[in-house]
């Protein structure tokens, strides 16, 4: 089996439901251009039938992109599936991705079903999209929660009408890693057909597992990720597109890849954020404003003897400029001294200490100590 992951970027469908921030056709146009750049495999650029803006933006994303395959959305209703086709009519590589409940929740109570019309549904979907194009996903909403035989036989029925990947999603957050990896394993084991499709794998999340259960769904053998910049998404939102891909680079040993520049992660989750109006948490992995910052004295002393010691991978990998030393009131004497010789100023000793003992004080009061206050310090 192939060790390279192929990513799906998501962020201008999943990720643009998010209230406020929705993005117009030539907002959609910049972001994709990026998102180019940066390597992805897929991008799902819209959902057709919903609104003629959609529409017009996957018409205008699959004019404007040319190395991605361009991926529409629908549901698994005819309708639905003529827009998605007649929208990708100008991409170079189209895929339609249709799809319908799989969980007995969904079936009951969302569409008013049976598992066996369920399974005539999705078949039917299925062979009317390749009437539009070679290259269609099929996905199993809230196969989190869906019951393993029912999903397995949905799985072979969907590959056996020509779906060339499927979907497996945890549309609601629901799944633990292991329960998650165990039903990637389930399909693999059941599915007769299955290595004439590719699995992929779109986790929500719910109870912010969604990074976790996607690696534990490629250790079990999905080679398609579902993922937004900045993990954006309905409810609680996505796979962070920019956590799985490192957490695959940083962890060699696995022997997973990816296409992905990681040097423009940092730069295209900037775009994303601002575009869309949506601040990234300063906490957040791999590009939030505290991802490569240093406040403790206790981190700051062993990052500036090697930087492996709190580093376990550096900025310039994501594309961030460098580490930064926060000055604060936790921050000790070495950290100090190395920013005051940053400004030039070497002390001995007791002088540093006289020094130090003035900048707890300030560090009280004002909170963060930056470069100007410690001129005044100084003075």
């Known amino acids: ?28 146009i910049v972001v994709a251009k990026e998102l180019e750049r940066l390597g992805v495999d897929i991008i799902e650029a819209g959902f057709p039938i919903s609104s003629p803006g959609d529409f017009k933006s996957v018409v205008e ?21 003529d827009a998605a ?10 895929r339609i991705h249709t799809g319908i409940g799989s969980s007995d929740i969904h079936i009951r109570n969302k569409f008013n079903s049976t598992r066996e019309k369920i399974l005539e549904q999705a078949v039917a979907a299925v062979k009317h999209a390749k009437t539009y ?17 029912f999903l397995a036989q949905l799985t072979e029925a969907v590959i056996r009408a020509g779906a060339t990947v499927v979907n497996v999603p945890d549309t609601t957050g629901y799944c633990l890693p292991d329960e998650y990896g165990r039903k990637i394993a389930y399909i693999y084991e059941h599915v007769s057909n ?13 109870l912010g597992l969604a990074t976790a259960n996607t690696l534990a769904g490629v250790m079990n053998g999905a080679r398609q990720v579902e993922v937004t910049m900045n993990g954006i998404g309905e409810r609680a939102g996505n796979t962070s597109l920019e956590e799985v891909v490192m957490a695959l680079k940083v962890k060699k040993e696995l022997g997973y890849y990816t296409n992905i520049d990681a040097t423009r992660l940092f730069p295209v989750s900037n775009l994303v954020s601002q575009m869309m109006r949506m601040p990234v948490q ?33 900025p310039q990998d994501v594309g961030v400029p460098e580490s930064s030393i926060v000055l604060t009131a936790r921050s000790g004497r070495h950290a100090l001294k190395h920013r005051l010789e940053l400004l030039g100023y070497r002390y001995d000793k007791p002088t540093l200490d006289g020094i130090y003992t003035r900048f707890l004080d300030m560090a009280d009061i004002r909170k963060e100590v930056n470069d100007k206050d410690l001129m005044e310090l100084v003075r």
């Open 1 to 28: 089996m192939s060790q390279r992951v192929y990513i799906f970027d998501t962020t201008l469908r999943d990720g643009e439901q998010v209230p406020g921030c929705q993005l117009t056709t030539e907002e959609k």
């Open 61 to 81: 994303i699959s004019k404007a992109v040319s190395e991605p395959t361009i991926c529409a959305l629908s549901r698994a209703v005819k309708g639905d599936i």
């Open 85 to 94: 086709g007649e929208a990708l009519k100008w991409a170079k590589r189209g």
């Open 133 to 149: 194009v070679e290259d269609v996903e099929f996905y199993a909403e809230d196969a989190g929660r869906a019951d393993l035989g």
């Open 194 to 206: 299955v290595h004439q499709a590719t699995i992929s794998i779109h986790c929500h999340n719910d």
């Open 282 to 314: 300063a906490n957040k992995a791999i590009v939030g404003r505290n991802a490569f910052a240093h406040s403790s004295g206790i981190h700051q002393d062993g990052f500036l003897k090697h930087s492996e010691n709190y580093e376990i991978m550096k």
